[in-house]
């Protein structure tokens, strides 16, 4: 780190707040198995919105890049110094800034954890459910900036459903706001909206308003087991077109079963070739109702059902299920996963294809995910320490975008671009769509010093 910057993040931000030592936490984020790290230039930790507004017009000055992170659980290697940027990370800005239960809002600055505002609005009866996986680690902040999802968002939506306002720093230094505790605001063009998913690239988020909705009483779960993925997917769009609404609507494939299936908490079918859960939520009375119907839609075709009632068995359920990803990874040692989406009916294409993308890459390959989003988790699993099939696996990514796009789908339903899939948005988009998507970029940051090289629409 140069003189010049230490001593201008120090003034901007204090002393403590510029780390020295090992700074090797800040060098990557949760695509570190993929080999995707980098070494930070500088890492520096403001605690209030004037010290980070201070830090980016310190950067602006010395024209030094920036890279925002919040908990380093992002999935596109969005928060990676890859070109040796300074990390600015939000940790320290956790203050709760109001919280009105009676008005179902709360306002939180970016580097409260998920998890944390999952229970402050727990402790008020009230729920906020946007639920990436990561929940303990992950910070709204970093939520917003992805506009994560999750198993709710079927219902509920994915984050930006839940954003009335937030609060944010450009590359300049200058603050802003878009919105706030309001439920409706159409004043300007959308900017909010626009920062929603910007991946740290156009601004700096330090304080979001949140909506919150009250907690549903009752959560109850129905598990299906088919003999074959096109069996699971009639009964998927059964579901759907009968006008159930459930809160969650996921599926698992055959592989997926074979990898994780040992430790389902009941009696799984050996020869399951898609697994369906759903979960029926609201009043007791209301759960129950919807619990009965999902089980009847469910049955008709299913090899066997399994729609636990105690608490421990739900909760049993959902450990199983939140422990899948790393079920698959242990299976051969390893696996690289792509979150590509596509429209609802064309789910079980996306299944089919996968299977067979993986097999023509010389892969064993499976995929999970949120069926009623149509969002894969299409994972190609990979040995330990096997450069080659890393290769492999990144030559069938490129297909599985190309097979999402074929099918009217995206390359990215919930983790964004990053750096993983910098230049893939060009597949899926005019040249006068990736201009507009470029001019946004320049708009906001004319330098080009917040988080370079990520997200970018056309391959650099
Ligand atoms: C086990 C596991 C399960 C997961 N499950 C899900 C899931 O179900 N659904 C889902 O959508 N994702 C999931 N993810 C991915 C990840 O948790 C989400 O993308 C999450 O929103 C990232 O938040 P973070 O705070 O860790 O952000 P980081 O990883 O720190 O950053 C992600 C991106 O946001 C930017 N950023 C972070 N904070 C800010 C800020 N305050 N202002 C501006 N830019 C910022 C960074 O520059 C980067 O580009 C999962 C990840 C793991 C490891």
Redesign the pocket.
């Known amino acids: 780190m140069s003189a010049a910057l230490t001593r201008d993040l120090r003034r901007a931000a204090g002393d403590a707040a510029v780390l020295d030592g090992d700074l090797r936490h800040y060098g990557h ?2 695509t570190e198995a993929h080999g995707i790290a980098g070494v930070p230039a500088a890492v520096v930790l403001p605690s209030s919105t004037a010290e980070v507004a201070a830090v980016l017009r310190a950067c602006d000055g010395l024209d030094v890049p920036v ?10 290697g ?2 990676v110094p890859l070109g040796g940027e300074v990390v600015l990370g ?1 940790e320290r800005m956790v203050a709760v800034r109001s919280m009105a239960p009676e008005h179902w809002r709360t306002e939180v600055e ?2 409260l954890t ?1 998890g944390h505002v999952h229970r402050l609005a727990r402790e008020s009866g009230l729920l906020f459910p946007p ?4 929940a303990e ?15 709710h968002a079927f219902k509920y939506g ?2 930006g459903r839940w954003v009335t306002g937030l609060e ?1 720093v450009l590359p300049s230094g200058e603050t802003v706001t878009f919105g706030g505790p309001v439920r409706k605001d159409v004043a300007g063009y959308d900017l909010r909206s626009l920062l929603i998913g ?4 156009l ?4 304080a979001v308003w949140l909506s919150l909705t009250p907690m549903p009483e009752a959560r109850l779960p129905v598990a299906a087991a088919f003999a074959s993925a096109d069996a699971g997917c009639d009964a998927i769009e059964a579901i759907v077109a009968s006008g159930l609404v459930p809160a969650i609507l996921e599926y698992l494939d055959a592989g997926t079963l074979t990898a994780a299936g040992a430790s389902f908490p009941a009696v799984l079918p050996p020869d399951a070739g898609l697994l369906v859960i759903a979960e029926a939520d609201g009043s007791p009375a209301e759960a129950a109702r919807v619990r009965e119907e999902l089980l009847e839609v469910l049955s008709d075709g299913a090899l066997s059902t399994h729609a636990p009632q105690s608490r421990s068995d739900v909760e049993a359920l959902w450990r199983w299920r939140d422990g899948v ?1 790393t079920a698959v990874a242990a299976h051969r040692g390893g696996k690289m996963g792509e ?1 590509i989406v596509v429209p609802f009916d064309r789910l079980r294409e996306a299944i089919a294809a996968t299977v067979e993308i993986g097999a023509r890459h010389g892969l064993d390959a499976c995929s999970w995910g949120h069926a009623g989003d149509g969002n894969l988790h299409a994972t190609m699993m990979l040995r330990r320490d096997d450069p080659d099939g890393l290769a492999r696996a990144a030559a069938a990514a490129e297909d599985l975008f190309a097979a999402a796009v074929e099918l009217g789908g995206s390359v990215s339903g ?3 671009l ?1 750096w993983v899939k910098r230049g893939q948005l060009a597949r899926q988009w005019t040249e006068a769509a990736l201009d507009l998507h470029e001019g946004v970029k320049r708009l906001f940051d004319p330098k080009g010093l917040l ?1 370079p090289q ?2 970018l629409a056309r391959p650099s």
């Open positions: 984020d949760a890279v925002p992170r919040g908990g380093g659980t992002g999935l596109a969005g928060a939000l970016a580097g998920t639920d990436p996986g990561a680690q992950s910070q709204i902040g970093g939520n917003v900036a992805t506009n994560a999802g999750g198993p994915v984050t944010a910007s991946e740290g690239t601004a700096v988020i330090t990803s979150d919930e983790h964004g990053g988080n990520k997200k």
